[in-house]
């Protein structure tokens, strides 16, 4: 009699045994850890990865680690070097490095990746005072000679800017840089060592948010016939209008209800290294899951798979366009 408990504890654990077993066998070639590069920890992409990662741990029974980085273009260098499995990428920064061009030329083309969805529109948005010395900040020509955060050297964001600085004659020797990264940008707007700084990210942005209860902060909008130009030059570009009441307590430039600017788009991406089997769990996981995925980060619940190849410029995962 002493030794049934003992013995129903042995069939337990055998089961259990079983099925981990069991679960392993359902994605062949599955790792023994999964790793997102996702972003800073007050970022969209950090939040969206930890919700991804909550997700899949029990649905591959695998841990699933989710990395702080400095955004899109580190996430692609983590990949390349092997120190990520997926990451979170803007579409313009994954195409510059498939194609080895840009921030990427010196680096060369990395082919070793791939695209599994579209997530959401990541939005150029220009943050800026109202006034700076009693100026009236208007229009992005007005950030001339301003100081400027014009994001992470080599990141995405900086790409965005120098781009969209461009479309309005402006360079970055004509206003006075700074290279910070996202938290450091609102810490700085904040105790007044910058006078603006771009963004790229999802809409609404919690940080711009909290910036917008201050007063005196404004979003800075882009001239439609600059949003074209920079669209015939760079196609990963779509016109995007951030509508009144986002940020309550903001002005919009030229006290408009709505703030016109441009787009990229947020993507997952997965070294080919993973299996084809995995990514393709992964992918079905990320849209049987949209429900949870939003319950734990607003912005998955934008997630379509009527359009969640639109806009990728890189080939997909085979894992995406093998049978699901």
Same mark, same amino acid.
């Given at each position: 009699?002493?030794?049934?408990?003992?013995?129903?504890?042995?069939?337990?654990?055998?089961?259990?045994?079983?099925?981990?077993?069991?679960?392993?066998?359902?994605?062949?070639?599955?790792?023994?850890?999964?790793?997102?590069?996702?972003?800073?920890?007050?970022?969209?992409?950090? =939040?969206?990865?930890?919700?991804?990662?909550?997700?899949?741990?029990?649905?591959?029974?695998?841990?699933?680690?989710?990395?702080?980085?400095?955004?899109?273009?580190?996430?692609?260098?983590?990949?390349?070097?092997?120190?990520?499995?997926?990451?979170?990428?803007?579409?313009?920064?994954?195409?510059?490095?498939?194609?080895?061009?840009?921030?990427?030329?010196?680096?060369?083309?990395?082919?070793?990746?791939?695209?599994?969805?579209?997530?959401?529109?990541?939005?150029?948005?220009?943050?800026?005072?109202?006034?700076?010395?009693?100026?009236?900040?208007?229009?992005?020509?007005?950030?001339?000679?301003?100081?400027?955060?014009?994001?992470?050297?080599?990141?995405?964001?900086?790409?965005?800017?120098?781009?969209?600085? =461009?479309?309005?004659?402006?360079?970055?020797?004509?206003?006075?840089?700074?290279h910070l990264g996202f938290d450091a940008s609102v810490e700085a707007f904040r105790s007044g060592t910058i006078d603006a700084f771009f963004c790229?990210?999802?809409?609404?942005?919690?940080?711009?948010?909290?910036?917008?209860?201050?007063?005196?902060?404004?979003?800075?909008?882009?001239?439609?016939?600059?949003?074209?130009?920079?669209?015939?030059?760079?196609?990963?570009?779509?016109?995007?209008?951030?509508?009144?009441?986002?940020?309550?307590?903001?002005?919009?430039?030229?006290?408009?209800?709505?703030?016109?600017?441009?787009?990229?788009?947020?993507?997952?991406?997965?070294?080919?290294?993973?299996?084809?089997?995995?990514?393709?769990?992964?992918?079905?996981?990320?849209?049987?899951?949209?429900?949870?995925?939003?319950?734990?980060?607003?912005? =998955?619940?934008?997630?379509?798979?009527?359009?969640? =190849?639109?806009?990728?410029?890189?080939?997909?995962?085979?894992?995406?366009?093998?049978?699901?």
């Amino acid at each position: 009699m002493k030794n049934k408990p003992i013995r129903f504890l042995l069939i337990i654990a055998v089961f259990l045994v079983i099925l981990a077993l069991a679960l392993r066998m359902r994605h062949d070639n599955l790792p023994s850890r999964i790793k997102i590069a996702a972003g800073n920890v007050s970022g969209i992409y950090h =939040a969206y990865g930890a919700a991804l990662a909550e997700v899949l741990k029990p649905q591959l029974n695998v841990p699933v680690d989710v990395l702080i980085t400095g955004g899109s273009v580190e996430n692609i260098r983590f990949l390349r070097n092997g120190r990520a499995d997926l990451a979170f990428v803007q579409n313009d920064s994954m195409t510059y490095a498939y194609n080895g061009t840009n921030i990427f030329s010196t680096e060369g083309a990395f082919k070793d990746f791939s695209a599994l969805a579209g997530l959401y529109p990541e939005v150029c948005q220009i943050v800026a005072r109202e006034k700076i010395e009693g100026e009236e900040i208007l229009s992005i020509r007005d950030l001339d000679g301003k100081r400027v955060s014009i994001g992470e050297q080599g990141g995405g964001t900086e790409l965005n800017a120098l781009q969209i600085l =461009a479309a309005y004659g402006l360079s970055d020797t004509e206003i006075e840089v700074s290279h910070l990264g996202f938290d450091a940008s609102v810490e700085a707007f904040r105790s007044g060592t910058i006078d603006a700084f771009f963004c790229t990210a999802g809409v609404p942005t919690p940080a711009i948010l909290d910036l917008a209860k201050l007063g005196g902060v404004r979003l800075l909008s882009i001239g439609d016939a600059h949003i074209s130009a920079l669209i015939t030059n760079y196609p990963f570009y779509t016109k995007h209008i951030i509508p009144a009441g986002v940020y309550p307590g903001m002005e919009y430039a030229n006290y408009r209800s709505v703030v016109s600017t441009v787009a990229v788009r947020a993507a997952l991406v997965a070294s080919d290294q993973l299996s084809v089997s995995t990514v393709s769990a992964i992918y079905r996981i990320l849209f049987e899951k949209k429900a949870e995925l939003a319950a734990l980060c607003e912005k =998955a619940g934008d997630l379509n798979r009527e359009t969640a =190849a639109d806009g990728l410029l890189i080939p997909l995962h085979r894992g995406v366009t093998g049978p699901q």
